[in-house]
């Protein structure tokens, strides 16, 4: 996939939002931590948005074949890209609240222990559904080790649970449900859709298919996406 995608793209959109993470995260400043979350996030709505309101409908109005053709060229790409602006703005957002004195955080390890519980288990269902992988081993170990390893979190932090700022358990929910689209549907039906490319004989309808189903699922990324910001810009002003 990364031959496809071009190596220097692949690893410059995988590398570069990363390594910005690690330094914002053990050696910036809180400004540059924002800018590399905000920034993270900026480019990802940005892209779905881009794929579900311009590109879907262009799409949508080609033939099967040369749709799939649009596909092949344009899943190797995405699919390093938008994972990485997911993964970076997520995780630089959680950081960055628990590193923020000015939006304290009540009882946050116990909601983060429901949050990784929440997105982990789900996501990884719908990809051993996706990829009818339910009886492969390596599905059941990473299953198992999630399992294991959101169970003990719960365990360690649940016992501290508390009401936290209402604003907080919306930016959760929401980051719930964009993690699991994002990771457990919308990522395997790239990958999904690479492996059909590899074929021997690949299906253009399939591809076709899972391409513009990802193409509308793109816009309720965005929609949530909109509205993470609506509830950060109340948690910066201090609303709910």
């Known amino acids: 996939m ?10 410059g959109a995988v590398a570069v939002p990363v ?15 924002t800018y590399v979350h905000v920034m993270a996030g900026v480019l990802w709505t940005g892209t779905d948005l881009f794929m579900a309101l311009v590109l879907g409908p262009v799409l949508g109005g080609l033939a099967v074949e040369e749709r799939a053709s649009v596909f092949r060229r344009l899943t190797p790409k995405t699919s390093f890209l938008l994972p990485s602006l ?10 960055l609240v628990l590193r923020s004195p000015v939006w304290p955080f009540p ?26 992988a339910f009886t492969d081993w390596r599905w059941l170990v990473a299953f198992g080790v999630a399992l294991v390893g959101s169970g003990a979190y719960l365990a360690v932090a649940l016992p501290n649970f508390g009401m936290t700022r209402p604003v907080f358990v919306v930016i959760l929910a929401i980051v719930t449900v964009l993690s699991v689209l994002g990771f457990g549907v919308l990522m395997p039906g790239e990958v999904r859709m690479y492996l059909e490319m590899q ?9 076709s298919d899972i391409g513009m189903r990802n193409a509308k699922l793109s816009a309720i990324q965005g929609l949530f996406q909109l509205l993470i910001i609506v509830a950060m810009v109340y948690l910066r002003w201090g609303g709910f």
């Open 2 to 11: 990364g031959t496809r995608a071009n190596p220097a793209f692949a690893v």
């Open 19 to 33: 390594a910005l993470l690690v330094y914002a995260v053990t050696l910036g400043t809180l400004q540059q931590h």
């Open 199 to 207: 074929s021997a004989d690949p299906d253009a309808d399939l591809i």
């Open 107 to 132: 009882h946050a390890h116990a909601w983060l222990a429901l949050l990784t519980a929440a997105t982990l288990l789900p996501a990884l269902a719908l990809i051993g559904w996706q990829f009818d």
């Open 86 to 95: 997911a993964l970076v703005t997520i995780a630089g957002g959680i950081t």
